[in-house]
Structures are given as C-alpha cells and as structure tokens.
C-alpha cells in the first residue's frame, strides 16, 4: 500500500480543515488506517484510527474535535478537523496496517509522507 496525504495549510484557531489521503493497491479496504502528528521537537502522536469496515477511536486531545472516515470505493482516508487549537500544529501522517485498528504507531507497516498543519493564535 503507497499513501499520500494533502489538505493541510495555515488556518486560524477556531476552524476547521479536512485532511486527505489516498492510498494505492488492491486489498485498501482490508486494512486499518490512522492518522498521527508530530510537533517540532515532539514524538509523533495518535490522532485516530479506524478500522477496515467500522469503528473508529481518539485520544482524548482530539475526541469530539476530529473525525475520521473512509471510502473504500475512493480508496481514500480522511481527517475532519475542527475547533482547531495552536497546539494542533504539526505534520499530520496517514497509516496502514493490517487487521485490527491501533493507537500504537509502531505496528503500522505504511506511512504516507505527511502534510502540514499550522493554526494560528
């Protein structure tokens, strides 16, 4: 699976943007996606994951803020965001990995090549 995601920019705290990422290869609905995000000077963090047909799951910093869909058809993932924070700032990755969804980055198997985020005070 190749991915690669777009979308983000510069928005001003309080709005919204939606993140894309677009993944090649035959079994895409197979596979469980994520995003995740790295601040300057920080790990790379959870953002959200959903599974290869349905749920979905957030860590607290973003749950009720972030949504997370998938088209298999499109093969596509997305990242809805709202009510966006400074502390929202970083690039954003998309994941792939096989069976069951995961916070824990380090059993995804594909990486898309991020896309930056920066929302302003």
């Known amino acids: 699976v190749q991915l690669q995601a777009s979308g983000g920019g510069l928005v001003q705290a309080g709005g919204s943007l939606r993140l894309s990422c677009a993944a090649s290869?035959?079994?895409?609905?197979?596979?469980?996606l994520g995003w995740f995000r790295q601040a300057p000077g920080k790990e790379r963090e959870f953002v959200a994951t959903?599974?290869?047909?349905?749920?979905?799951r957030y860590p607290d910093s973003v749950k009720g803020r972030f949504t997370i869909s998938r088209d298999n058809g499109k093969k596509m993932v997305y990242l809805q965001m709202s009510s966006l924070k400074p502390e929202d700032t970083a690039v954003y990755y998309c994941?792939?990995?096989?069976?069951?969804?995961?916070?824990?980055?380090?059993?995804?198997?594909?990486w898309g090549q991020g896309t930056l985020v920066t929302v302003s005070s």
């Open positions: 994941a792939a990995k096989s069976f069951g969804m995961s916070a824990d980055l380090h059993e995804y198997d594909y």
């Open positions: 959903i599974s290869n047909y349905v749920g979905s």
């Open positions: 290869g035959r079994t895409f609905s197979m596979y469980s």
